[in-house]
T-cell receptor
């Protein structure tokens, strides 16, 4: 079965705190892609990052960083020095069925983590 | 500016009524998707289309129908058979390459009158 688990339903932090959003995935595929999206209160999903299964390098983009570990099937997202504008729901997603066919690369989403950053 | 336009932003449905949600993209993307979002449930796939004149059911297609007559348009009809249509509906599109991200519209919030 292919699945994405975001165990943290809601997280609340105070501005300038660091926060890590967890994402654990399950897949039989050897080739797959992982994504993070941000959904602000306005509703649209904003693409943040893509990682392929062959590249375990961590990535940093400004205050955002991502830690991909195949050994634990995790793709965690850290926001450093959080700001009120970071308040949103964050989704982790997995491209499904690339090796075992059928889904044509559709995304499987986790249920999301709602992050609230208080001033 | 290129993007995905969903309309209307808010929609109300009466009992027994079919309603159609519009999704238009000018990104020249091949694939298009419809998702339903309920509180605490994440996004669930309703229908998707990889090319014009072809589409497939997703995980929760019952009570919904789609068409893909033009590359840029993928309207979703919520039929009266969908007994619990109140939700936030998101349309997305993507280039043909499966390693590329999907891009999303602003969504349509559908409620029952």
């Amino acid at each position: 079965a292919q699945k994405v688990t975001q165990a943290q339903t809601e997280i609340s932090v105070v501005e300038k705190e660091d926060v890590t959003l967890d994402c654990v995935y399950e897949t039989r595929d050897t080739t797959y892609y992982l994504f993070w999206y941000k959904q602000p209160p306005s509703g649209e999903l904003v693409f943040l990052i893509r990682r392929n299964s062959f590249d375990e390098q961590n990535e940093i983009s400004g205050r955002y960083s991502w830690n991909f570990q195949k050994s634990t099937s995790s793709f965690n997202f850290t926001i450093t020095a959080s700001q009120v504008v970071d308040s949103a729901v964050y989704f982790c997603a997995l491209t499904a069925g690339l090796n075992y066919g059928g889904s044509q690369g559709n995304l499987i989403f986790g249920k999301g983590t709602k992050l609230s950053v208080k001033p | 500016d290129g993007g995905i336009t969903q309309s209307p932003k808010y929609l109300f449905r009466k009992e027994g009524q079919n309603v159609t949600l519009s999704c238009e993209q000018n990104l020249n993307h091949d694939a298009m998707y419809w998702y339903r979002q309920d509180p605490g449930q994440g996004l669930r796939l309703i229908y998707y289309s990889q090319i014009v004149n072809d589409f497939q059911k997703g995980d929760i297609a019952e009570g919904y129908s789609v068409s893909r007559e033009k590359k840029e348009s993928f309207p979703l009809t919520v039929t009266s058979a969908q007994k619990n249509p109140t939700a936030f509906y998101l349309c997305a599109s993507r280039v043909a390459s499966i390693n590329q991200p999907q891009h999303f519209g602003d969504g349509t919030r559908l409620s029952i009158l």
